[in-house]
């Protein structure tokens, strides 16, 4: 089994930062109302490595979603290898199964060889109207549509993740607006690395490279002991991150379902 415990650490520290974190015998459910629309507020966390049945998760989960206003079953498998039937069961009623590939790095990188190369990457001190209007159409380059749910995870940004401490760093276009982005958020003392993204004008200039090494070594000088990033298994970035000297630790499984679908099964089938 990997060892994945800076990674949950961090993990809970983040779901607690939310309203109505329930913990169970195999993790904990997040249902918080204030965010009906984004799944990472509204999900069941399977940490345990006893082999559990989506009967289980469910009899917990839903009646939370029900409480948040969710629309949508989320659940995160962190031990997938030990929760083959669990997996199965999802995928078999016509979920399908995701994989983030979880990747670490234990320090900080050597300097560049030309400290200009991608860069000037800067902190977010103060964020202004140029940087939520950048940083909304970052998002949606995460195959985020919908305006709710976009004006929901703006709400999170600045009610839940910048006063937990989360940083922003960018690199700015001509006219002085973001057209790289990076966030960093450190909790008990393990360093998560997220949002890395660049807008389509400004590709291919080593930006997101830049805002790595600047955000590992902000991680070093917070004392984080180690930070962990997600990524897509088979993606370009896992490879560039790979080059940035992050290490491939596990995978990770998860699955989303509209209510509406898994509402519509006969009572024989749940």
């Known amino acids: 089994m990997p060892d994945l415990d800076p990674f949950l650490r961090f993990w809970r520290a983040l779901d607690g930062l939310f309203d109505a974190e329930d913990r169970t015998a195999w993790g904990a459910v997040l249902a918080d109302a204030r965010y009906p629309a984004v799944q990472e507020a509204n999900y069941a966390r399977v940490e345990t490595s006893r082999a559990i049945r989506l009967a289980e998760v469910e009899t917990i989960l839903l009646p939370a979603l029900a409480r948040s206003g969710s629309r949508r079953e989320h659940v995160v498998v962190f031990f997938p290898e030990d929760q083959t039937d669990l997996l199965v069961q999802a995928s078999i009623r ?26 000037p990457v800067e902190e977010v001190r103060d964020a202004d109207p140029w ?43 001509p006219d002085g607006s973001p057209v790289a982005f990076a966030a960093l958020l450190v909790l008990e003392g393990v360093g998560f690395l997220d949002h890395v993204v660049t807008l389509p004008g400004a590709r291919r200039r080593g930006h997101a490279t830049a805002l790595t090494r600047r955000v590992l070594a902000e991680a070093v000088a917070s004392n984080a002991e180690r930070t962990y990033l997600l990524a897509e298994p088979r993606g370009h970035a896992a490879h560039l991150y790979e080059g940035l ?4 630790v596990t995978q990770i499984a998860s699955w989303i379902a509209p209510l509406e679908r898994l509402q519509a099964r006969p009572s024989s089938e749940r």
Not at 145 to 150: G, H, I, P, Q, R
């Open 94 to 119: 016509g979920d399908k199964i995701l994989w983030d590939l979880v990747m670490a790095h234990d320090g900080a990188l050597e300097a560049s060889p030309d400290p200009e190369a991608g860069g």
């Open 131 to 173: 940087f939520w209007t950048a940083h909304r159409a970052s998002t949606r380059l995460f195959d985020v549509s919908d305006e709710e749910m976009l004006d929901q995870l703006a709400a999170i940004e600045r009610d839940v993740l910048l006063p937990a401490g989360r940083r922003w760093f960018v690199v700015r276009g």
């Open 245 to 248: 000297g992050f290490e491939r």
